[in-house]
């Protein structure tokens, strides 16, 4: 049986950050939510580089074809970060549902879930890419304490400039028809539980859900970006029911793009001229002001907004009002182990440290200091008493 979506898309830039690093998709056959991270408009650019690459293979969702959609998405990253030096350390996180001829493919890295609502019953599909959730699968925290741990938001795997890291991408068997389906970024997870998105998505259409999601996110004091996608998975072989009005998105398009766009971004000319070497389509739009994505109208002539000012583009994390170094939340992966392999108290003291908020970054760097220095006095003085005895 070959399913198709019925959705709608919802991205809001939250109560504390000032641009909106998050992009979100939403079509019958692709659904997708990027959750970008990095200094100045890095993150933005991140997650909608990453974006435009899957939209480009909207015709062959396969787990191959995601995966070089995704490779080629970061090789612009990498290229872009080189040539201009406001992108360095940007990265984005990924989850996504494709149907293809092969069925439906789920790709994930990050932070960012899906969720499945099947008879009442709300279940988490994939897995964090985490330093908690490896504390809760090696038995150190309970899945209660991770929800409220401080360094949740410290991941472990991103799609960025510096990395070689992909998203796991199989075919899965985990949807069905009359499933709903929920992807979202952490502006939405970490704020309601479980309990909360399953009430919100057991009512009303995809387009009224994800309004709702938003609102109750904002209502609950997220301090991020909020992005939805929420979908009606059905057989594509039964007869259409009319498609439901989505939240948000592009007028005359089958897909929806929400949140960050690849041309919305402050970009250098040698960065525009990477992304227009890398996707050949975007070229004429990088130069015109054009959006692809909304067959030539800008993003806001698309929904009939006035045109809005170029935001200058500041990193938020932690308290209100806190500046977070460039990169801070993706330099935190730098510390990390990789995937399969225990990390060290050491790395895990480190990943702490940048997640911190103010000059992580710097603050990172004295802890390793004085980690290093403390150790070797406690040395110093065990073989001095031992050789003194």
Do not use: K
């Amino acid at each position: 049986m070959s399913l198709t979506f019925s959705s709608a898309a919802r991205s809001d830039v939250g109560l504390v950050r000032e641009n909106n690093e998050d992009t979100g998709c939403a079509g019958p056959t692709l659904l997708a939510v990027a959750d970008g991270m990095g200094g100045h408009a890095a993150g933005e650019v991140a997650s909608s580089v990453v974006m435009y690459a899957l939209r480009e293979h909207s015709e062959d969702h396969t787990p191959e074809a995601i995966t070089q959609a995704v490779e080629r998405a970061q090789g612009a990253l990498q290229a872009m970060s080189l040539v201009d030096p406001d992108l360095d350390g940007m990265g984005t996180t990924l989850v996504a549902l494709a149907v293809g001829p092969q069925g439906v493919s789920l790709a994930h890295i990050g932070d960012s879930r899906i969720y499945r609502l099947r008879d009442g019953c709300l279940d988490q599909i994939t897995t964090d890419h985490t330093h908690v959730q490896r504390l809760v699968e090696a038995g150190r925290l309970t899945s209660a304490q991770a929800r409220h741990h401080p360094y949740r938001s410290v991941i472990l795997r991103s799609i960025d400039d510096t990395h070689a890291d992909l998203p796991d991408v199989n075919l899965t068997e985990q949807l069905a028809d009359g499933d709903r389906v929920l992807l979202c970024s952490d502006g939405l997870s970490d704020y309601l539980t479980d309990a909360q998105l399953a009430g919100i998505l057991s009512h009303g259409s995809p387009a009224v859900c994800a309004e709702a999601l938003v609102t109750a996110a904002l209502q609950a004091g997220t301090r991020d970006n909020v992005t939805v996608v929420v979908a009606d998975a059905r057989d594509a072989d039964s007869p259409a029911e009319p498609a439901a009005p989505r939240a948000e998105g592009t007028e005359g398009s089958d897909v929806v793009t929400v949140g960050a766009r690849v041309l919305d971004a402050p970009l250098s000319a040698a960065a525009r001229a990477v992304l227009a070497e890398t996707f050949p389509a975007l070229a004429s739009a990088l130069t015109s002001g054009t959006d692809p994505e909304t067959h030539g109208a800008t993003p806001e002539a698309a929904a009939g907004q006035e045109p809005a000012a170029p935001q200058e583009a500041t990193d938020r994390g932690g308290d209100e009002g806190s500046e977070v170094p460039a990169a801070a939340r993706q330099a935190v992966r730098s510390g990390a182990a990789p995937r399969g392999r225990e990390e060290s108290r050491a790395a895990g003291f480190g990943a702490e440290a940048l997640s911190a908020g103010n000059n992580g970054v710097r603050r990172a760097d004295l802890g390793w200091i004085a980690f290093v220095a403390l150790s070797f006095v406690a040395t110093t003085a065990t073989v001095w008493f031992t050789a003194g005895g």
